[in-house]
């Protein structure tokens, strides 16, 4: 199972939640910063669990990773994800601490923490909302659990028991941008739908045909 194959309608309802998410998310962090900030979303698609560690670099990339549980009508998980070196910057910039070091323990202190935690909030809040406004169902995600690690020990984990009976993730590229951000930071935002709730989404998002 690689990519679902999506027609342009359906390829344009996700980026528009996609699009509606960013927004509000770019909104909410530029009112905490005091800083202009911009979220883009080059692509949202629906891979299996291959392509969504292969979008991350491979099992062995280091990276930060905010894990939500989803309760409601559709249950789930979901990964909020960054480099290292991507999440180190975004901080940086959030709270112009610029000696932080996220594989240096001695520099992650709980106002890191809480800041990487409350970005994840904001991001995975904007694209939840859109998503359920969209669809008319409701999600709500847990506080985040936060995990500095290689992408194979800390997604295998989550997602072994759901890929035996379901390979299905949704997939919101994500590019954020302010004037301090040089380049901009890319992130991922992986939706993996408990496999009882897919036909309830997917029917939702016109795409249950394709199950």
């Known amino acids: 199972m690689e990519y679902i194959e999506l027609t342009g ?4 309802v996700l980026r528009e939640i996609g699009n509606i998410g960013a927004g509000n998310a770019a909104t909410s962090m530029a009112k905490l910063t005091n800083k202009k900030i911009n979220m883009q979303v080059p692509s949202v698609n629906i891979l299996d669990f291959d392509h ?11 990276i930060v990773a905010l894990l939500f549980q ?6 789930g998980n979901v ?7 991507e999440a ?7 709270t112009n601490n610029h000696e932080l070091s996220l594989t240096d323990d001695n520099k992650v202190d709980e106002f890191t923490i809480s800041a990487l935690q409350e970005i994840g909030n904001i991001v995975t809040g904007s694209y939840l909302s859109a998503l359920s406004d969209f669809t008319n169902i409701n999600m709500q995600p847990s506080v985040p659990h936060l995990s500095i690690d290689m992408a194979g020990a800390i997604l295998t984990m989550g997602i072994i028991e759901i890929s035996q009976v379901s390979d299905y993730v949704i997939i919101i590229d994500t590019q ?15 939706f993996v739908p408990d496999p009882e709730a897919l ?5 939702a998002l ?6």
Do not use: A, C, R
């Open 206 to 211: 016109g795409i249950s045909e394709q199950l």
């Open 70 to 75: 989803i309760s409601g009508e559709v249950p």
């Open 79 to 85: 990964y909020f994800i960054l480099k290292v070196e």
């Open 52 to 62: 969504m560690m292969e979008m991350i670099g491979g099992p062995e990339e280091l």
């Open 88 to 94: 180190e910057m975004l901080v940086k910039n959030f």
């Open 199 to 203: 036909p309830t989404l997917f029917t």
């Open 176 to 190: 954020i941008q302010s004037s301090d951000l040089e380049g901009g930071i890319h992130s991922n935002f992986f």
């Open 9 to 12: 309608t359906q390829k344009d």
